[in-house]
């Protein structure tokens, strides 16, 4: 990184993190709780991933993904997956106009700035074969003709935990086009006081703060966000570990995980821990950072083997024994970073 880009953006960095700040407030104002999920929320957006969320229904999980559109005054659509959904439902189609006797393009509910696929699971495979597209190429094939989803795009897709009848299990590969997973839980007793409070009067409006220009901004300057080497090593150690457990001490892993994380797993947790650092407030990403990420990433990407699964052995207690097992590096020091900079 050279002196004169560093110090420049080091001048920015304050401005991004205060309009996140009140991007943040916008939404926690209609929003009750639920401070970790929109926090992994707005990662995955400057890092320009896509989430995947668990969680009982009536969590808001549709009502912060539309909060936040309506502040990044964004566009925002919201499908329900079902099992006679088919791909044209989803990407759009070409359809016939007797009047003219010309065809045209119609397109689907992906071409929006935030798209939320409620109970994904619950779609055959050649619909989530076709949002696969979408995710990893921003575009979608109609006809043989290709066409760019908006930019920033986000998908984030919901799964119901309780119910397993009538799904259809995702596809590995696109699990793993989840930048993160994310486990949404039931409010505490004040915050759930809070949300019947508000359910009975008319709800507020949520209030513009924010452009989609001014988010493609912020997504740039997350990109500029400083990472010390020793953190990518650090997240291509915890990464390896879960493929050759027992060459980092590991050993009785082998028999919980059939395979373990891609090498997307590593460079999702390099994007996001340089999304967080901006997000609160910073542009050098800290060890914490990462670590905090860690869950959210690699969850969906262990496939646990039969004996994990008999044994009640979960993806999470996994990385927690990961965690403990490989240290985070030093903390790289601002100076430090500035030094360099320099």
Do not use: C
């Amino acid at each position: 990184m050279e002196a004169t880009d560093s110090r420049a953006y080091a001048a920015d960095t304050p401005g991004d993190a205060s309009l996140m700040e009140q991007v943040l407030f916008e939404v926690k104002r209609i929003v009750v709780g639920q401070d970790r999920f929109l926090e992994r929320v707005m990662v995955a957006i400057l890092a320009q991933g896509h989430l995947l969320v668990e969680g009982v229904p009536g969590l808001a999980k549709t009502l912060t993904v539309r909060t936040l559109a309506q502040a990044l005054q964004g566009d925002f659509k919201r499908i329900q997956f079902t099992p006679d959904l088919v791909p044209a439902d989803l990407v759009g189609t070409r359809m016939y106009n007797q009047k003219t006797g010309e065809f045209h393009t119609a397109l689907g509910p992906v071409f929006a700035n935030l798209l939320l696929a409620d109970e994904i699971n619950r779609a055959p495979a050649k619909v989530q074969s076709a949002l696969l597209e979408v995710m990893q190429e921003r575009q979608v094939t109609i006809a043989g003709e290709s066409h760019r989803v908006p930019s920033p795009f986000l998908v984030m897709a919901t799964q119901n935990p309780v119910e397993t009848e009538g799904t259809y299990p995702l596809p590995e590969a696109q699990v793993d086009r989840f930048m993160m997973k994310v486990l949404v839980d039931y409010p505490s007793d004040e915050e759930e006081f809070v949300i019947v409070q508000r359910a009975v009067d008319p709800p507020p409006p949520a209030v513009p703060v924010a452009t989609i220009g001014q988010l493609a901004a912020m997504q740039a300057a997350a990109r500029r966000v400083y990472v010390d080497p020793s953190l990518l090593q650090y997240a291509v150690r915890l990464v390896a570990a879960t493929r050759r457990p027992a060459e980092h001490g590991l050993k009785d892993f082998d028999r919980w995980l059939n395979y373990g994380a891609s090498p997307r797993a590593t460079i999702n947790l390099a994007e996001g821990a340089r999304a967080l650092a901006l997000l609160r407030g910073r542009d050098y990403a800290l060890p914490g950072d990462m670590a905090d990420l860690v869950p959210d990433v690699l969850r969906h990407r262990l496939a646990l083997s039969y004996e994990a699964l008999s044994e009640g052995v979960s993806a999470d207690a996994l990385v927690e024994r990961l965690l403990a097992q490989l240290p985070a590096p030093a903390k790289p020091l601002h100076h430090d970073y500035e030094k360099r900079a320099a």
